[in-house]
């Protein structure tokens, strides 16, 4: 398939608003969410584009979870603040010694711009950074501005159960499913509304994107948004795969195909393989890896990798879910579920967490019928989707 010209939101504020700026650009004093992916279509960073066309008006930069260079590797590694070498601008971490801008970081600007390539997953923690920038500037008064880029895995599916109340954390704030289906700026929207935020927001959106598309289906460039997601294929498993953060399997961090690859030195692939039989959408094929860090560093893991071959068919929280079910139903004197802390929760299970439900790790660990409970969940799933369309953007084809 020819990939198809999608302009992001930075591409159409430089292209058609830089000769007529709206009132929350012209001669403001602008701050800027971002990290290493936040570039143009020509693969132009959007903090130098931004220099460059306005100049004199860019006083901050923010950063989400994995720090200003996307360097820092896990989870719960913080970043510190820094200044920007060449611009001589103070880049404010969000996932350090605070994970909410504070008041000294936004008194010098008056708009807060955000530019962060999303993955379309409930536990991305980079939605949640957006939450936070949206309730600060409600509360200090400033304006928020999204500039809009591509759901990578599409905006036309969602799966998964929503999250409950109890068990929000950073990997979960809101009500939302697993594959969640829409664009950063579709869902600052959304919550803007759902959550009472009421922040004053703009969005500068794309064109040429529809939401039928998947990354590759255009004419952008990938750039890894974090360290662990480097390919469109990684985010493309993602929405299952990242349920193993919570458990002792390794999810392939530490390797060059993380979520992709899955496994640990206690399980036979032979006998996973022959319980879970074909899954539709995708081929599991065993292998071995060693990481090089994180879970079973330096430990031959014996485990699958998962080859998307339809992905309209492939439902990847409802597949990794019948993975994870199968290994702790053969290996159960091996597997354990990892334990707190995560993501700043000290008390919580981590996999309840990721998964938004402990009733629904009991049902796992209980042999409930993986497909039954996909069932159980499309009433919460209609709801969603009657609820967060009113706020897409884009059409469908």
Request: hydrophobic share 35%; aromatic share 12%.
């Amino acid at each position: 398939m020819q990939p198809q010209k999608v302009d992001l939101g930075i591409d159409a504020l430089i292209n058609d608003l830089i000769d007529s700026p709206p009132s929350w650009l012209n001669k403001k004093r602008l701050g800027l969410l971002l990290n290493p992916a936040s570039v143009n279509s020509d693969i132009v960073s959007t903090a130098d584009l931004l220099h460059q066309y306005f100049p004199g008006q860019l006083k901050a930069l923010f950063t989400p979870q994995h720090g200003y260079h996307a360097a820092k590797q896990d989870n719960m590694i913080e970043s510190d603040d820094l200044v920007h070498r060449h611009m001589n601008i103070p880049i404010y971490s969000l996932y350090g010694k605070t994970r909410i801008p504070l008041l000294h970081m936004l008194e010098n600007i008056d708009t807060l711009i955000i530019d962060i390539q999303d993955v379309g997953t409930r536990v991305y923690t980079f939605i949640y950074t957006v939450s936070y920038c949206m309730e600060a500037a409600k509360q200090h008064g400033k304006t928020v501005v999204i500039l809009d880029r591509p759901n990578p895995i599409s905006g036309n599916y969602i799966e998964g159960n929503c999250l409950e109340a109890e068990y929000c954390s950073f990997v979960g704030r809101y009500s939302i499913p697993m594959r969640h289906g829409l664009t950063i700026a579709e869902f600052a929207r959304y919550i803007n509304d759902i959550a009472d935020i009421h922040c004053e927001l703009d969005i500068v959106p794309m064109k040429g994107w529809h939401r039928n598309m998947f990354f590759d289906e255009t004419n952008l460039s990938w750039l890894a948004p974090s360290p662990n997601m480097p390919t469109v294929s990684t985010a493309m498993v993602y929405p299952g795969q990242v349920i193993f953060e919570g458990t002792n399997i390794s999810e392939g961090r530490g390797t060059t195909q993380p979520f992709e690859i899955i496994g640990a030195p206690f399980i036979d692939t032979d006998i996973l393989l022959k319980d879970l039989g074909e899954i539709s959408g995708v081929y599991l094929r065993p292998l071995c890896f060693e990481p090089t860090f994180n879970k079973w560093n330096n430990e031959l893991c014996y485990g699958v990798q998962l080859h998307v071959t339809d992905r309209k068919q492939y439902q990847p929280y409802t597949t990794s879910l019948k993975i994870l079910q199968t290994i702790i139903q053969h290996f159960p004197n091996e597997f354990q579920w990892k334990l707190p802390p995560y993501e700043y929760e000290f008390e919580k299970m981590p996999i309840d967490l990721i998964i938004g439900s402990q009733n629904i790790r009991k049902k796992i660990e209980n042999n409930y019928n993986i497909d039954e409970l996909e069932k159980s969940w499309q009433s919460e799933l209609t709801f969603f989707k009657e609820q967060s369309k009113q706020y897409y953007l884009y059409p469908n084809d």
